[in-house]
């Protein structure tokens, strides 16, 4: 083999020794490239189509150039094909089928093949510093990172964290916070991608996760597992709250967080800007959990809608103003560490609302079950709310009402059901009036009252459900727990169109796969096999080798 280039061994070695260790990546990876740079070199100068071969030698520095040819009876391609009387010029022992390596003279590197070369070591280098820096940090989220901030850039911080850069986005920053470059920032590792510009680490000073580490490593017995958060909500740079509980019955999950003096709260306080921190006790007893959410107000009664994941929240009304916070602040906070839904509400407000639906209700059993308003009055006053619960309730309980015989709740029972069919029929007319086919009357868990809806929104075939998706179809609707002038335009989603009427996650997909289980029966049955005999197609292979009677 010859010597390719009248490179410096040693010099080439140092390259390759200094860059791996600059970028602390394999070395073998600085060599492969380095390589791959001399063949692209070597092809420039002898041909592209050839396939040329180099390899440096990771303990000696040697380089060595070669050019890799098969022996074949016809030649179709000269550049990387010889005859058998060319090949054994070159190989002695050479026959047909062979690859014979064809050593080639040295080469000089010319200013732009050197140029060729320093590009692609480099994009050789990226890309293996590139997956360095994914493999190192893809495991890693949710951790706490320290960095040093390198830029600000149109509000966007980018963040040197030694080996990579992060960076931290506005909305992950914490408000009015300002970093200068060079300084020292602590932040959540977000989240890792992987992208065609390289490993994106994204870090976060806003995210609820970022206090709750930082509680963490002030608070031995929460890292220890004594005491755990098991919820956090934050308004970044002015608020936050924590619920939090004790497996040890002797050690108190507040007072462990707030420390001697408040010390350890007052550490992350700082680390986080000056965001006010209220640490409550979490409880498995959602109302106490709520209650203890809302602090500092003072709550009278809670009332819990599960259904629908909404929690009524009834307050003095010199304390309204203090559970709902500045700009719904406290309310809001409260929702997202309960998970639920929270309407605050004065005495008077919800005296009001049970008044009005006492009185809808009443008004609604007089006309239904055309008794009087007495009667009707004593059936809200029992807790009947509905038409259905008369209807499908035991006979035994309505007659257990005070006044009551089981005569009395036969007939009412009887006069209930009768309702039903009256309201089902004004549907089934009104559900066809909107050209609502038929079809969609035979699917599972859709009553005339929900066709109907669907007809004012304008679905009215197979086709038109078939299209929506289950949010589309069962989304719960949800509304802003802001009072007053400040209450935003945008303060009440729509939600799904059968949202009002609490169908399940299951329900909303059998009704959408019913309604596409037409597409299915539309597709051609897969075509029988042939029928064997003279005009099929003759097998191939062992099948037509194979004795038929086997």
């Not at 060595?64 to 009876?73: A, S």
Request: aromatic letters at 4%; hydrophobic letters at 40%; a negative charge.
């Amino acid at each position: 083999m010859a010597t390719a280039i009248s490179a410096n061994k040693a010099e080439l070695l140092a390259i390759a020794n200094s860059v791996a260790s600059e970028k602390m990546i394999d070395k073998a990876i600085v060599i492969e490239a380095i390589e791959e740079a001399i063949q692209r070199a070597a092809r420039a100068r002898y041909g592209a189509e050839n396939d040329i071969r180099a390899k440096l030698d990771a303990q000696t520095g040697d380089l060595r150039l070669w050019r890799v040819v098969e022996v074949v009876e016809q030649v179709e391609d000269y550049f990387k094909q010889v005859d058998l009387a060319a090949g054994q010029k070159l190989q002695k022992d050479a026959k047909i089928g062979d690859f014979i390596v064809d050593p080639l003279p040295a080469v000089d590197l010319g200013r732009i093949d050197a140029q060729s070369a320093k590009q692609v070591i480099f994009q050789k280098v990226r890309e293996a510093d590139r997956e360095r820096q994914y493999a190192e940090f893809k495991d890693r989220a949710g951790e706490i990172i320290t960095g040093v901030v390198k830029s600000v850039e149109f509000g966007h911080i980018v963040v040197n964290l030694g080996r990579a850069e992060g960076v931290i986005r506005r909305d992950q920053q914490i408000p009015r916070e300002l970093m200068r470059v060079g300084d020292r920032v602590r932040a959540l590792i977000l989240s890792v991608r992987s992208e065609t510009r390289g490993p994106q680490i994204f870090l976060s000073r806003a995210h609820p996760d970022f206090m709750k580490k930082l509680f963490a490593q002030e608070v031995p017995e929460i890292y220890d597992g004594i005491i755990e958060i098991k919820a956090a909500a934050r308004d970044p740079g002015s608020r936050a709250k924590i619920g939090v509980i004790s497996y040890d019955g002797s050690i108190d999950p507040v007072g462990a967080c707030v420390g001697m003096k408040g010390s350890r709260v007052q550490a992350v306080v700082q680390e986080m800007q000056g965001e006010k921190i209220d640490i409550i006790p979490w409880s498995e007893d959602t109302a106490t959990f709520v209650v203890n959410a809302l602090q500092p107000a003072t709550v009278q009664r809670v009332v819990i809608d599960e259904d629908d994941s909404r929690i009524e929240v009834v307050v003095p009304d010199d304390q309204l103003s203090l559970a709902i916070g500045r700009r719904g602040q406290n309310v809001r906070l409260a929702s997202q560490l309960t998970g639920s839904q929270i309407d605050i509400m004065t005495e008077a407000d919800a005296s009001e609302k049970r008044q009005r639906e006492f009185v809808e209700r009443s008004t609604m059993f007089q006309e239904e079950l055309d008794v009087d308003e007495t009667l009707a009055q004593l059936l809200v006053a029992e807790g009947f709310g509905e038409l259905e619960e008369v209807a499908y309730v035991g006979i035994d309980e309505l007659a257990s009402i005070e006044g009551f015989d089981e005569e009395l709740a036969q007939e009412l029972q009887s006069r209930a059901s009768e309702g039903l069919e009256r309201r089902e029929e004004a549907s089934r007319q009104e559900r066809r009036e909107l050209g609502v086919e038929d079809a969609l009357a035979d699917i599972p868990h859709l009553t005339e009252a929900m066709l109907v809806v669907l007809g004012k929104a304008g679905i009215k075939t197979l086709d038109d459900l078939a299209d929506l998706a289950t949010d589309e179809l069962i989304a719960k609707k949800r509304q802003d727990n802001r009072r007053g002038p400040a209450r935003s335009e945008r303060a009440e989603d729509k939600g799904g169109v059968l949202g009002e009427y609490g169908l399940s996650e299951e329900q909303g997909n059998e009704i959408i796969m019913a309604a596409r289980a037409h597409w299915f029966d539309d597709e051609p049955e897969a075509a029988a096999p042939a029928e064997a005999g003279p005009a099929a197609e003759p097998q191939t292979g062992e099948a037509a080798d194979a004795d038929p009677a086997q």
